[in-house]
């Protein structure tokens, strides 16, 4: 009944925000789908649509109905964007690429196509990313990314190093620092550059989608997806090379490439070192110049190969680099940087898995493009693929360049799959590549934009703060509209190697907070408020099984150590900016400051009260707090009132919270010239004459408080129920 009554009131709800939309769009019931169908998400809804809705966009409309796995609709604008060169859009006229904004929010923006094979899109909507993908039935498949599987062979990479001895990379790594701090700090170019990408395929992925049209739709896409990552997060987009259809193969016979299937195949192109042969790359099918395709194919700036095997990536070189050029396109006198049709050009491939172009095939090419433009593993986990000197992230990493769900990470894998944006490190990586290159090098479609700046408030700035203890930190951004923001910590250290590295804040070195998706606020909490309210006690029983997996990464710091965080703006065109501080963390004794709920758990309304609290030596030192805040929330910290401000921090203070409180709240205790407090577990309320009930243990809280076996259990009990509705979609 409990599970009938939520999913009602959800379409409810869904049907009620949307009813004034006329969808094209209807649901259909799980047991009429498909089996053929191929879907990836442990939750989805299936939708089949009117013809009418991929005609009228084909015949110029501009605002488009979509659906919501929730069942719901929402409208979006839209306009054409091709990622077709003029040559094969008039070939393909069938092929059409979008991009546009929700109605009423620019922050939530999508990209869309339709083909043979029928539509696809992939947008934000209230902080989710929904995918809409068309099935072999022809039915549609609508979810959200975070409900996607990991594959269940992983994703194996291998990176083409081309023999690179040690030293040079180092060298590498040096000349991109160097470049970077010129080139980061505040990035927006005066327009959208976009560079010519050569998508080749093997035969077994052509295939896969039933010929070269649908190979090709294929890619359109997958291209149109990753171009709302890179021109959301660097400004940059990627359209076709003028001949790429001539470089769509069908016969897994014939074709120049190795699908990862059969390391003994016979390739029928002698001038190929079999040796090389799983490295697909493009510069090899382009050297042979008396080749048909690549006679056909014209100039490129970058190339990659899709293949069908186990999601597996890999990628060498750079953006518009021959094969004797340097990592910053430095080139040998007499050579034409644009000679023999770009030949070394960065080359990659990335595979599959599955005939889908989904969720995680996205993430998977962007990641390698990114690798191409110049952006490293990200990740700090201690197995193969770890770059020391770029492990911006704790644990497996979140971001693109990371390495979430993938095969080896363990215990320290933070979530199935990416946040899809990219760590303003990676993004500083690429831009040293970009800026490096010659003006021939991509062509820049001019736009107008403001300039961005952002500043670390000063309340913020380089301060010393106890262990085990929470903070927050805010900063000011100016700029465009619809601005978002992302705190991002900026260390590096020893790798971690364990579960206790990336749950319990006892790293003294390194990356201890995971990246978050941008937000329109420019404040962040560590931990976030909803691991605070949680209650801290759960981390210190040291059980992984207690912690959510969007709490592995966000922990209270217990141990003294130097965190040092960058807040970037992000203006959703490409263009951004950071500042930079620091928080010292040092360890005063072995209390914690927090605030000492009465025995019965209860706090008294409507009269006064003392509120008592743990100094924990923050009165004195480097710390020196000698005023505190005090305030309470009754709901459940979205807000908090002011009970007193600025009154000695000596551990006692007499308040009075209003009668009509609620029946339960919370407390805060806060530092007021600094950036440190502590919450209290959720207190029920009682008047003076209110009889005291028996105690009984009580959940969540931050730096302070208790989680009994009861509260545990309806942790439990209210993670199942939200599992059970989520797979009832």
Not at 163 to 185: G, I, P
Not at 453 to 476: E, H, M
Request: with cysteine.
């Amino acid at each position: 009944m409990m599970k009938f009554t939520i999913n009602a009131i959800s379409v409810v709800i869904a049907m009620s925000a949307n009813i004034a939309l006329a969808s094209p769009w209807h649901m259909v019931e799980a047991h009429n789908r498909q089996a053929a169908d191929t879907v990836t998400t442990s939750a989805y809804t299936s939708f089949k649509v009117d013809e009418e809705f991929i005609q009228n966009l084909r015949a110029g409309d501009t605002l488009i109905t979509l659906p919501l796995p929730n069942g719901g609709m929402v409208q979006f604008e839209v306009q054409p964007s091709s990622v077709l060169p003029p040559a094969l859009a008039a070939k393909y006229p069938d092929i059409m690429t979008f991009k546009g904004h929700e109605v009423g929010n620019e922050n939530n923006t999508g990209s869309f196509d339709i083909s043979p094979r029928g539509f696809n899109g992939m947008f934000m909507h209230q902080g989710e990313q929904v995918f809409i993908d068309v099935q072999r039935s022809g039915l549609y498949s609508v979810y959200y990314k975070k409900n996607v599987k990991p594959r269940k062979n992983g994703h194996h990479e291998e990176l083409m190093q081309n023999n690179t001895s040690e030293h040079e990379s180092e060298k590498k790594r040096s000349l991109l620092d160097s470049a970077t701090k010129q080139a980061a700090q505040k990035y927006n170019f005066p327009g959208i550059k976009t560079y010519r990408i050569a998508i080749s395929t093997t035969g077994e992925y052509t295939t896969s989608f039933h010929d070269k049209i649908g190979a090709l739709s294929s890619i359109v896409t997958l291209l149109a997806r990753v171009n709302e990552i890179y021109e959301r997060d660097l400004g940059i987009k990627f359209i076709l090379a003028d001949g790429n259809d001539n470089i769509i193969f069908d016969d897994p016979d014939t074709d120049l490439f190795f699908n990862g299937t059969n390391k003994d195949r016979t390739f029928t192109t002698p001038t190929i070192d079999r040796d090389d042969a799983h490295r697909n790359e493009l510069v090899q099918l382009l050297a042979q110049r008396e080749a048909d395709p690549a006679k056909k194919l014209g100039e490129f700036d970058i190339g990659h190969v899709l293949m069908t095997t186990n999601y597996s990536g890999l990628a060498w070189g750079t953006l518009c680099a021959a094969p004797n050029l340097d990592y910053f396109g430095n080139k040998s006198p007499g050579r034409n940087l644009r000679s023999n049709a770009m030949s070394g050009a960065g080359n990659g491939s990335s595979g599959a898995g599955i005939a889908e172009i989904d969720a995680m095939f996205v993430d998977t090419f962007a990641h390698e493009v990114g690798h191409q433009l110049g952006a490293e593993h990200i990740f700090n986990v201690d197995q193969g693929g770890r770059v020391a000197n770029s492990a911006w992230e704790v644990g497996s990493g979140a971001t693109i360049m990371g390495y979430p769900g993938r095969v080896g990470m363990g215990s320290q894998n933070l979530q199935s799959k990416t946040t899809g944006y990219f760590h303003s490190k990676s993004i500083e990586q690429m831009l040293a590549v970009l800026v490096s290159r010659p003006d021939n090098c991509g062509v820049v479609e001019p736009m107008i934009k403001q300039d961005i700046d952002v500043n670390i408030s000063p309340a913020s700035q380089s301060k010393v703060i106890p262990v085990r203890t929470a903070f927050s930190l805010t900063g000011i951004g100016s700029g465009e509209d619809g601005m978002t923001f992302t705190w991002e910590q900026v260390d590096l250290g020893r790798a971690t190697e364990g579960a206790s590295d990336i749950y319990y804040g006892k790293l003294s070195d390194g990356p201890l907070y995971r990246f978050v998706a941008p937000a329109t606020s420019p404040e962040r909490h560590f931990p976030s408020l909803a691991t605070q309210l949680r209650g801290y006690e759960r981390f210190m029983l040291q059980q992984p099984e207690l912690i959510k997996d969007e709490e592995k990464g966000d922990p209270w710091v217990n141990v003294p150590r130097t965190l040092n965080f960058r807040l970037v703006a992000r203006d959703g065109k490409g263009g951004g900016a950071y500042d930079e501080t620091s928080v010292e963390v040092v360890d005063t004794g072995s209390q914690t400051f927090k605030i000492l709920p009465a025995p019965d758990q209860r706090v008294l309304v409507g009269s006064p009260t003392t509120v008592n609290w743990q100094v924990a030596g923050t009165d004195g030192g480097r710390i020196n707090c000698q005023r505190v805040d005090i305030s309470y929330s009754n709901d459940e910290g979205k807000s908090w009132q002011p009970l007193v401000n600025g009154v000695s921090n000596n551990g006692a203070h007499e308040v009075t919270i209003p009668a009509n409180a609620g029946s339960a709240v919370r407390l805060k205790l806060a530092c007021s010239d600094n950036i440190f407090y502590a919450i209290t577990p959720k207190l029920a309320t009682k008047s003076s004459d209110t009889p005291a009930p028996q105690p009984e243990s009580n959940g969540g809280g931050g730096g302070g408080g208790s989680t009994g076996l009861f509260a545990l259990l309806g942790l439990g009990i209210a993670a199942l129920l939200r599992r059970r509705e989520i797979m009832s979609y």
